[in-house]
């Protein structure tokens, strides 16, 4: 198996395609997910998350999103 460096991985696949790469964290932390939500007027938003982190920070503002086998199309991911 041919291993490449996070370094070099810009020059093997474009913006897009590093968007639709799917993953997770042996930690527990990062996942497949993300969310979007307005707080005080201001956009905060995250993605590689869990579906549970991103269902919760989506509902703690107002105007919130989430999306795991969607964020591929998502203005936020």
Same mark, same amino acid.
Not at 7 to 21: A, D, T, Y
Not at 39 to 48: A, E, H, K, P, Q
């Given at each position: 198996?041919? &291993?490449? @460096? =996070?370094? +070099?991985?810009?020059?093997i696949?474009s913006? &897009?395609? =590093? &968007?639709?790469?799917?993953? *997770? +964290?042996s930690? *527990?932390?990062?996942?497949? %997910? ?10 905060w938003?995250? %993605? +590689?998350?869990? &579906? ?6 989506a *509902?703690? *503002?107002s105007? +919130?999103?989430? %999306?795991?086998? @969607?964020?591929?199309? @998502?203005?936020? %991911?």
């Amino acid at each position: 198996m041919k &291993k490449i @460096s =996070l370094r +070099g991985i810009s020059e093997i696949l474009s913006e &897009k395609e =590093l &968007k639709n790469v799917i993953g *997770g +964290g042996s930690d *527990g932390t990062s996942g497949t %997910c993300g969310w979007r939500t307005t707080i005080n007027g201001i956009t905060w938003y995250n %993605c +590689g998350v869990s &579906k549970e982190e991103a269902q919760y920070k989506a *509902g703690m *503002g107002s105007d +919130g999103y989430w %999306c795991c086998d @969607s964020c591929s199309i @998502s203005t936020y %991911c």
